[in-house]
């Protein structure tokens, strides 16, 4: 007879094997993997973003929060141009900061940052282009006063929050896109 305790039963048994490979799934389903990458593809370089917009410096800030987030990532060296297998372009197209919400009291407690770039990776080994974004636009939320659940920020908060957004789905597109 089988018994349904954690014991030592096949059922107890079943169960905990079956337990631990979900926890391992779990715990990396959020990770990349270098097979996915073409095997040639070893390095990237990532020159400073042109900036297509009257927001000071924006174009560095971006640039520093893409190559942050390669380094971070580890499947390729960040490189100069000249030694690079593949390059990353992009310019900023678009910033817009605008009031996203109001209090009772009709006080803007609430803005949207909205980024738009135009990016393009190629492949300097094989000569042609990976994977290329018209206008890839992101957002992010943020509050000038404490509300629950979200600290009161400034537009510098609320922009470096796009922009991590714009980096995650460059690296994105790059490593996991095969």
Same mark, same amino acid.
């Given at each position: 007879?089988?018994?349904?305790?954690?014991?030592?039963?096949?059922?107890?048994?079943?169960?905990?094997?079956?337990?631990?490979?979900?926890?391992?799934?779990?715990?990396?389903?959020?990770?990349?993997?270098?097979?996915?990458?073409?095997? @040639?593809?070893?390095? /990237?370089?990532?020159?400073?973003?042109?900036?297509?917009?009257?927001?000071?410096?924006?174009?560095?800030?971006?640039?520093?929060?893409?190559?942050?987030?390669? /380094?971070?990532?580890? @499947?390729?060296?960040?490189? $100069?141009?000249?030694?690079? $297998?593949?390059?990353?372009?992009?310019?900023?197209?678009?910033?817009?900061?605008?009031?996203?919400?109001?209090?009772?009291?009709?006080?803007?407690?609430?803005?949207?940052?909205?980024?738009?770039? *135009? /990016?393009?990776?190629?492949?300097?080994?094989?000569?042609?282009?990976?994977? @290329?974004?018209?206008?890839?636009?992101?957002?992010?939320? +943020? +509050?000038?006063?404490?509300?629950?659940?979200? *600290?009161?920020?400034?537009?510098?908060?609320?922009?470096?929050?796009?922009?991590?957004?714009?980096?995650?789905?460059?690296?994105?597109?790059?490593? *996991?896109?095969?």
């Amino acid at each position: 007879m089988i018994e349904y305790g954690a014991g030592g039963t096949r059922f107890g048994r079943w169960l905990a094997v079956a337990s631990l490979s979900l926890g391992l799934a779990s715990g990396c389903a959020y990770t990349t993997s270098t097979a996915l990458l073409p095997a @040639h593809l070893k390095s /990237v370089a990532i020159p400073v973003f042109e900036n297509g917009t009257s927001e000071y410096q924006i174009e560095r800030t971006l640039t520093d929060v893409v190559i942050e987030r390669f /380094v971070s990532d580890n @499947h390729l060296r960040i490189v $100069d141009e000249k030694s690079a $297998d593949l390059v990353i372009r992009g310019r900023i197209r678009s910033y817009r900061n605008a009031v996203f919400g109001f209090n009772t009291a009709a006080n803007a407690q609430e803005y949207r940052v909205t980024v738009g770039v *135009e /990016v393009t990776a190629r492949d300097r080994v094989k000569n042609r282009e990976m994977w @290329h974004l018209d206008d890839l636009v992101r957002t992010a939320n +943020y +509050y000038v006063v404490p509300v629950p659940g979200a *600290e009161a920020t400034d537009e510098i908060g609320g922009r470096s929050a796009a922009l991590k957004k714009i980096a995650d789905e460059i690296l994105a597109r790059t490593v *996991e896109g095969w």
